[in-house]
């Protein structure tokens, strides 16, 4: 059964390095999400898993053979394209029933299997069509369904969503769980978009310039990510500058810029050094003490406002606040805010400073 | 005057102007032949119907023009599509230097192309060190030749295609557990049909029409008897003077050559994009075999070994010829005029082609949509398809007889050169046009601009490069004609019909020399063909 592995992978182009060192194991039957911000390196890594590119170092396994040197065609894999890449000169029925044909199955198994996974995407009414006459969510469901008539366990979806709708991206993903667990194969989906990440993954390995930052399941790099890239690419965040004054009991204080004081329930930094504060916009509060701050602008995001603020620390804070609360805020109007300790996320502060922490390269 | 030639009036004139000129002067003398076979059958029926040996004769150009016409086609598509293949695919050391090579055989005009193919491939008694010296079948000799200018030809109206279909199409056949050989039969090639389609029409139109290479080859082995369409036109017309009963049969060839070719160009472009293939079945294992270890390298090389062998080698045999031959003296004022002749002829036509076919090409990409551009869309595909020689022949009789134009050689000439050339400027200058997005025009528009400014200050600028291009082509491809000029006027002195001539008179080492000259004065226009369109790339 397909468990994948990759050991010391790494491709580079002259002096371009474009994946360095990736060491992942994806376990049989997981649903894992690659993802990272575009020239990470995150295609690069899946079309070496598949073949398309031969690494410069590092080796492949595929459950549990070294694929190394195979060529794509005997590695046993469905492979889905961000443009789609149905054979336009093909039917629906015919693009499905590709891989059977590949495999010189005779006439009848070819169109029995085409039926079944055209049934299990609901586009059997549409065998007939050309792919030109499908819209685009129509189109990449055939050529899921296309890829998974190949009879492989290992699915790898490279950016299968992106050249969609955002409505169509939306409902496909949840279609893309549902098959993969129905069918008990393993899928690596490679995304640059951390809500489909989170919406779809058992567990997700994020990537920055060609290696991986932390791999965790979405929760985990939401709620307590390692890493200060983590906590601003995946989902928003406050990220504050301070040093921690003291340390007692189960929370440190931390002394922001101007001298304001923050709480956080977290003890593994020493007294004295500089640290970098995340906490979500969710969960910063107004209330009757706190940080003091002026409102500079106030979104209406639907079901809540998101209110920016500028602190006395010299601070940009986010924070929601229920679309009910909002009337009473105005730009201008000056407020206290609240963390939740137990909510924010506390890292010694990196040497280059934040910006360089967090850039998207 | 910018608001005299803005008016509606003014243009509404010119555009109708444009456009009878190409009815007139292009069209209508391509085809005024077919008329004969109305106003003088009987002279078809007494001349050429009632005839067994003129009939035979006849029947047998034809069959051999089209049967080396199919089979050169044949070959260039086995062995173009591997070369366009490795060239558009691969990445190897030396892919540019090959890419050149392709290119090369077009430098050389067909008049001194048929010669030094003939050297090498022919059995003479020319002693040149190093040639083949075998081939004794004067059909397949014209085959080969053919091959050797046409497939520059294929492979780049192949290769061009190529480009343009996505390759993720075969990874992605290749995922589905596909050979690589087994999914470019069935994926890359079913997509291919438009490429082939030109490429196919392209080869089978250009050896069809041609002329002057074919004559000088079967002249350099000694052929009696043999002949093709366009030779037996070019032969009798320089016979029509001391034998006027020549006449029907030259108006009877000229018709079923245009006639046939017509026919062909429709059906071919049927057959191809009409007709699926059923999808063909895979099979597994042999497919894989030969897409693995040697068969790859083993079809690379002899994709190369063609190249050189079939295209190359006879391209330029000539040059060991000259080396090698006991020099003869010679005159070489008669060359040189015939050279300034053939200079004189083309820079007209160039100018005509200009002039005429670039607003004509505006107008096709400008009205795509419009029924008229459509027609004529159509229509300038006629001279481009029709052999040169029946072109040449209809355009004589057309104008000789009309009383409209004086009859100079030279304007005849001029009117036969512009005839075939035409269609390559506006082919060229229109496919430009249509990339350009209108929104440029039209934001010169609303900015003030009349249409003329529009044109000239927003449209010239990016086409520029393609109307020097389609020139340039038009240029070379007048300076090597024999087959029309020698069809319209029969003693014609241009450069590729005088070296005909010095063949047919056994003047080999002349013949030779002046080649040479040929090749080098049409290569200084390649490179600036090259440097154009190198430069519009870089832009």
Sequence with gaps: MPEVKLVGLKKSYGKVTAVNKVNLTVENGEYVTILGPSGCGKTTLIRMIAGIIRPTEGKVYIGGKDMTSVPIEDRDIGYVFQNIALFPHLSVRDNVSYGPRAKDLDQEEQGQISKKYLEMVKLLDKMCMFPSELCGGEQQKVSLARALASGSKLLLLDEPLSALDSRVRVDLRYELRRLSKELGITTIHVTHDQEEAQSVSDRIVLMRAGTVVETGTPEELYVHPRNIFTANFIGETNLLEGWVKEVVGGTSSIELRNGGLVKVAQTNIKPGDAVVISVRPEFVFAANEGMKATITDITYMGTYWRIMASTEDDEEVSFDVTTMDGNSLTIGKELYLAINPKTAVLYPKPEDGVEEAIKLE | ?539
């Design chain 2, 1 to 539: 005057m910018i608001a005299v030639i803005s008016r509606k009036r003014f243009r509404t004139g010119w555009t109708a102007f444009i456009i009878l000129f190409f009815l007139l002067f292009v069209i209508l003398p391509t085809v005024y032949i077919l008329s004969y076979a109305v106003t003088d059958w009987g002279s078809i029926d007494t001349y050429v119907l009632n005839d067994p040996e003129m009939m035979e004769m006849i029947t047998n150009a034809i069959i051999a023009s089209f049967e080396i016409a199919g089979i050169v086609t044949l070959i260039d598509i086995v062995v173009g599509l591997p070369m366009a293949w490795m060239l558009v695919r691969k990445d190897f050391k030396g892919k540019k230097f090959l890419d050149t090579l392709i290119d090369m055989p077009l430098a050389v005009p067909t008049a001194a192309l048929g010669f030094s193919s003939a050297i090498f491939f022919a059995q003479t008694d020319l002693n040149v060190p190093f040639a083949l010296n075998s081939i004794t079948s004067p059909l397949l000799l014209i085959i080969l030749l053919h091959v050797v200018f046409s497939y520059p030809y294929m492979v780049r109206s192949l290769s061009a295609i190529l480009v343009q279909i996505d390759q993720t199409y075969e990874t992605a056949g290749r995922t589905l557990g596909a050979s690589p050989l087994a999914a470019a039969r069935t994926i890359t090639l079913p997509l291919f049909r438009a490429g082939l389609v030109t490429g196919i029409i392209l080869c089978f139109s250009r050896s069809l029409s041609e002329t002057g290479g074919t004559m000088i080859a079967l002249a350099t082995m000694n052929n009696v008897g043999f002949a093709t369409g366009p030779t037996l036109i070019g032969d009798w017309k320089s016979n029509l003077v001391s034998n006027p009963d020549l006449a029907a049969p030259l108006a009877f060839v000229s018709i079923l050559l245009i006639i046939l070719s017509l026919i062909l160009l429709v059906v071919i472009k049927l057959i191809l994009m009409k007709v699926h293939l059923p999808m063909g079945r895979i099979w597994p294992r042999p497919e894989r075999i030969f897409s693995r270890g040697l068969f790859p390298k083993a079809k690379d090389g002899l994709t190369v070994f063609f190249l050189v062998i079939l295209v190359l080698i006879p391209s330029f045999f000539i040059f060991t010829y000259v080396a090698t031959a006991t020099p003869t003296s010679f005159d070489w004022g008669p060359f040189l005029d015939s050279l300034v002749y053939s200079f004189l002829i083309a820079g007209i036509v160039t100018v005509i082609d200009i002039a005429l076919g670039v607003p004509m090409a505006v107008y096709i990409a400008k009205n795509r949509t419009g029924k008229i551009s459509e027609v004529l869309d159509v229509l300038v595909n006629v001279p481009l398809i029709v052999p040169t020689a029946a072109l040449g022949y209809s355009l004589g009789v057309f104008w000789t007889g009309q009383n409209l134009i004086p009859t100079w050689d030279v304007l005849l000439i001029i009117l036969a050169h512009v005839a075939f050339t035409y269609p390559l400027v506006v082919r060229n200058v229109a496919g430009a046009v249509e990339e350009v997005d209108p929104a440029f025009e039209e934001t010169a528009r609303t900015l003030g601009a009349k249409p003329i400014q529009g044109f000239s200050r927003v449209l010239y600028p990016v086409i520029k490069s393609s109307i020097l291009a389609g020139a340039i082509m038009a240029f070379t491809r007048s300076l090597g004609e024999t087959g029309a000029t020698q069809a319209v006027v029969a003693d014609a002195m241009t450069a590729p019909v005088y070296i005909v001539t010095l063949i047919r008179s056994s003047d080999y080492y002349v013949a030779g020399l002046a080649c040479i000259v040929l090749i080098i004065v049409s290569y200084v226009a390649m490179l600036a063909l090259r440097y154009v369109t190198n430069g519009r790339r870089s832009n």
